[in-house]
């Protein structure tokens, strides 16, 4: 075999101190827009779980003509007294004796465990911290305000809105056109 007339076919140093100073460019550039992009779904994915389990308490109390209660829980048995902190979880369950906390005779309609590493949820509210459906698919109490918080832009956070009737809307800014301060 001859071996001379074989190419060399590698990089020179300069070419791959070059190749990689171009790559670390790039990756600086997208990174943080990628990061952000993530948040915006994690921001969009609970918002949307916590949209469908509004939705379910609404359709289950008209359903069974009860008052069906949503509120945070931790442990998924029972509603928390630091009710402004719903990341830790929430339940949704038939409240019979409408006192708005979970009695070992009412059932559990849906545990959901919360995402308090990914994003923080807060009730904006100070007088309505659950949500509870009357049979009639109203909502007790205000209007009240769901806030997801994000970690790394507050451009990606989202606030949803329950008014009485029970129906919930997504927003970017706090109903008063404020924007969505989760300090």
């Known amino acids: 075999m001859d071996f001379r007339n074989i190419s060399n076919a590698g990089f020179t140093l300069v ?3 070059i190749t990689l100073t ?3 460019i790039i990756l600086v550039a997208v990174i ?3 990061q952000s992009f993530i948040e915006r779904n994690r921001i969009r994915a609970s918002v949307n779980v916590f949209v469908t389990h509004l939705q379910l308490a609404r359709s289950e109390a008209v359903k069974r003509n009860r008052f069906v209660v949503l509120c945070p829980s931790s442990d998924g ?3 928390i007294s630091d009710y402004t902190q719903w990341a830790k979880g929430y339940i ?3 409240d019979y004796d409408r006192n708005k906390l979970r009695d070992n005779n009412e059932p559990l309609l849906k545990y959901y465990q919360g995402e308090k590493e990914k994003v923080t949820i807060y009730s904006s509210s100070n007088y309505r911290r659950i949500v509870a459906y009357y049979p009639s698919g109203m909502a007790w109490g205000l209007n009240t305000s769901i ?3 994000a970690k790394v832009s507050d451009a990606n956070n989202r606030v949803v809105i ?3 009737t029970g129906r919930p809307r997504l927003s970017k800014v706090m109903p008063d056109g ?3 301060s989760c300090s």
């Open 15 to 17: 070419e791959l101190v």
């Open 32 to 34: 943080p827009g990628f």
């Open 162 to 164: 329950i008014s009485n």
């Open 22 to 24: 171009i790559a670390s």
């Open 92 to 94: 949704v369950f038939v």
């Open 147 to 149: 806030r997801f918080c």
């Open 178 to 180: 404020r924007t969505i």
């Open 77 to 79: 048995a029972s509603c």
